[in-house]
Antibody, heavy 123, light 109 residues
Framework: QVQLVESGGGLVKPGGSLRLSCVAS????????MSWIRQAPGKGLEWIAY????????HYADSVKGRFTISRDNAKNSLFLQMNSLRAEDTAVYFC????????????????WGRGTTVTVSS | DIQMTQSPSTLSASVGDRVTITCRAS??????LAWYQQKPGKAPKLLIY???KLQSGVPSRFSGSRSGTEFTLTITSLQPDDFASYYC???????????FGPGTKVDIK
């Protein structure tokens, strides 16, 4: 089945860390920009990070810069998000997403999404 | 950073209505704008990209347009499956950061 599957979410205390993973099944991510996008409960979508196909271009939203690290392993068709110094406001469903077009020099719209993994930051 | 605004935040409509949602960018983004539909508990779905290009498989009742920094998503005849939230997203190469609009919820009148 063609899909992205996120894992690694859970309940963590403020200041704690989590590592999210996203594995692609029956589709390739190696030639595409990949993003992490989150959605807090009852709120809108927030893009938080993207990474180019060769990991040469990475950008973060200001809300997570310095705390989160995006990475990928194309050989394993996988995307990761290391989240440190977690805060209550990081509580959200985290989606990984693949760009619409391959081999682009800049990120674009995304058309393949995972179902999301839930991160809850609470004491 | 490029900021995106959307209006209205909520829209009540009936089946068969023509619905228009507006998204404005704080600076020029050329045509680098996408529209997504999201239903509760589900991942978003890409509807429109490059302001007016219909994603494969999306019904033709959805359309997008641009006038300067103002973008419009139009649903010509609202169907029961269209009651959802809609988000715009800019992906302009004028800024390294991607931004979503705050969203518009379309509910049943």
């Amino acid at each position: 089945q063609v899909q992205l599957v996120e894992s690694g979410g859970g309940l963590v205390k403020p200041g704690g860390s989590l590592r999210l993973s996203c594995v692609a099944s029956e589709l390739s991510i190696s030639d595409y920009y990949m993003s992490w996008i989150r959605q807090a409960p009852g709120k809108g979508l927030e893009w938080i990070a993207y990474i180019s196909s060769a990991s040469t271009t990475i950008h973060y939203a200001d809300s997570v810069k310095g705390r989160f690290t995006i990475s990928r392993d194309n050989a394993k068709n996988s995307l990761f998000l290391q989240m440190n110094s977690l805060r209550a406001e990081d509580t959200a469903v985290y989606f990984c997403a693949r760009d619409l077009d391959r081999w682009k020099g800049y990120p674009g719209p995304v058309n393949v999404w995972g179902r999301g993994t839930t991160v809850t930051v609470s004491s | 950073d490029i900021q995106m605004t959307q209006s209205p935040s909520t829209l009540s409509a009936s089946v068969g209505d023509r619905v228009t949602i507006t998204c404005r960018a704080s600076q020029t983004i050329s045509n680098y704008l996408a529209w997504y539909q999201q239903k509760p508990g589900k991942a978003p779905k890409l509807l429109i990209y490059e302001a007016s290009k219909l994603q494969s498989g999306v019904p033709s009742r959805f359309s997008g347009s641009r006038s300067g920094t103002e973008f419009t998503l139009t649903i010509t005849s609202l169907q029961p499956d269209d009651f959802a939230s809609y988000y715009c997203q800019q992906y302009s190469n004028y800024s390294p950061l991607l931004t979503f609009g705050p969203g518009t919820k379309v509910d049943i009148k």
